[in-house]
C-alpha cells in the first residue's frame, strides 16, 4: 500500500512506496528536494541537507597540474 504525505519544503503530496525504511532518501515530485524518511506511521520527511563532504571523494590521492602527485616547484 502507498501512503501519501506532504513535502516540508513546498507542500506538494508525496507518495512513499512500499518497502521504504527509516533513514531512506526520496526526492519531491514537486520541488526536487531530497527528502529522508524519518517516521513510519504516520510518515513523516524531512528534508536531507548535504554537507561537502558528501560531494567531495577523498579516497583519491590529490594531484596537482602535472598529473605526477607532487607539487613541481617553479623556477
Request: hydrophobic share 30%; with cysteine.
Amino acid at each position: 500500500m502507498v501512503k501519501k504525505t506532504k513535502c516540508p519544503v513546498c507542500k506538494e503530496n508525496v507518495e512513499i512506496e512500499e518497502g521504504l525504511g527509516i533513514a531512506d532518501i526520496l526526492n519531491c515530485q514537486g520541488c526536487f528536494a531530497e527528502l529522508k524518511l524519518t517516521k513510519l506511521n504516520p510518515v513523516e520527511l524531512e528534508e536531507e541537507i548535504g554537507t561537502w563532504d558528501d560531494y567531495v571523494d577523498y579516497s583519491e590521492e590529490e594531484e596537482d597540474f602535472n598529473g605526477k602527485g607532487e607539487r613541481e616547484e617553479w623556477s
